[in-house]
């Protein structure tokens, strides 16, 4: 292992005190988020504390809607912030790449429009909309060459944990992306991409007792993943110029000089600037997955 390797390891594994939590937040009061899978982990965290409070008093003064969809067409004119973390597919494609990319990047394009206007408008601060995906050390830890291995990436490999590592590769990709795209179409929608760290969350649900012996001395209270969310969605720091970083445990921004994974890097890297164009090429693959279905 490599001296980048252990640095990189230690630095997500054993991240410093987070500088920017709920505290450091101002009010939100008339903004719009939404933050997909947050039944559970991290997600939970962010969304718990105020959650409860806010349904039980909109509850009071406004009725359930007839129609709850046409509801949300409303809101969503005028979405600002989005948190992918995505439910299950039942498409029949491979179950990681399924629910973190290909349906993500749907959803993605489908609130898109609405992320534009939000952009786009004369009060909207600059830099402010952002789409967050969020990707894992299993990306750079558990990956094959390139991150991605277009010819069974369909179907998957029998390991689960090469194809939720995959998955997450596949996220970083579409974060840079979406990056690129907003920036040539100047749509003002800032992307970024973020390992939340490692957490005591649902996913660790049925693991053996002794491999949550030795497993356990690495994880971490899921309110630090939130931490790190929060800063890839709110902190200031995070401006136009910055879209397409990768944030790192409790909330710091990584330059890709700082990544082990070269060859990731590399594939992440457009062809004109002498890599593989990998991002562009996963984003049109996944289009491809979908498009019988929409």
Not at 140 to 167: C, H, M, Q, W
Not at 188 to 198: A, F, L, R, T
Not at 236 to 263: F, N, Q, V
């Amino acid at each position: 292992m490599s001296l980048t390797s252990l640095r990189n390891l230690r630095t997500q594994w054993f991240p410093p005190k987070a500088a920017f939590t709920e505290k450091e937040l101002p009010s939100q009061k008339g903004r719009v988020f939404i933050v997909t899978g947050g039944n559970a982990g991290w997600a939970n965290m962010v969304l718990q504390e105020r959650a409860e409070n806010a349904i039980q008093s909109i509850m009071k003064v406004q009725p359930m809607p007839k129609s709850p969809g046409s509801m949300f067409s409303g809101i969503m004119r005028e979405l600002e912030r989005t948190w992918w973390k995505p439910a299950k597919t039942a498409q029949g494609f491979e179950a990681m790449v399924g629910m973190h990319c290909i349906a993500t990047l749907l959803f993605t394009e489908l609130v898109r429009p609405q992320l534009r206007a939000a952009a786009t408008a004369p009060e909207t601060a600059r830099g402010s909309v952002r789409v967050v995906w969020t990707s894992s050390f299993l990306a750079e830890g558990a990956s094959p060459e390139n991150g991605i291995d277009f010819t069974v990436l369909d179907k998957g490999t029998k390991d689960r944990t090469r194809n939720y590592a995959v998955s997450k590769v596949g996220t970083w990709m579409l974060r840079q992306e979406l990056a690129r795209r907003s920036h040539l179409d100047r749509e003002n929608i800032v992307s970024v991409v973020q390992n939340p760290g490692n957490l005591y969350a649902g996913s660790y649900a049925g693991t053996p007792a002794v491999a949550m012996f030795f497993i356990s001395p690495l994880l971490h209270e899921a309110k630090f993943g939130a931490y790190t969310e929060l800063y890839a969605g709110l902190s200031s720091e995070i401006t136009l110029e910055k879209s397409g970083a990768y944030i790192i445990p409790w909330g710091r921004i990584r330059p890709d000089m700082d990544c082990p994974r070269r060859d990731i890097v590399a594939a992440m890297t457009s062809a004109e600037d002498g890599g593989l164009g990998y991002p562009t090429r996963f984003w049109e693959w996944c289009e491809q997955q979908w498009k019988p279905f929409v």
